[in-house]
């Protein structure tokens, strides 16, 4: 592993993960600032959500490993990884409970 975390080359590499987290992040804030316009649903905003955590955690791991910090490191990644996953359960049920209602034709919160 030390030919992976030594030498000099790994800024390149590096700096690419954190362009990648940074672009990532700002596409999801575009995002958001689109929707925050309209009256955005819970889906849209979920799915700005988990691109704004995948991208912090890829510029974490790309971060950490420009300065040779495990911590952040491992912290950028096990976050990063459980935060994006966790976030994708929250939009599958979102998408769900959107086509229950597409298919039942009322409108959310709407009860009888």
Known sequence: ME???????RIWPAAALV?????????AFRRWRARERHTGSNL?????FRKTL??????????AWMGQWPLLFWAALVIGFEETL???IA???LKQE???EARSGSSPGARG
């Open 44 to 48: 849209e905003w979920m799915l700005a």
């Open 3 to 9: 030919w992976l975390i030594e030498p000099g080359w």
């Open 19 to 27: 362009g990648a987290g940074y672009w990532l992040w700002w596409r």
């Open 86 to 88: 966790e976030s994708s």
């Open 98 to 100: 959107r086509e229950l």
């Open 91 to 93: 939009v599958a049920a």
């Open 54 to 63: 995948l991208g912090a955690g890829v510029a974490g791991v790309g971060i």
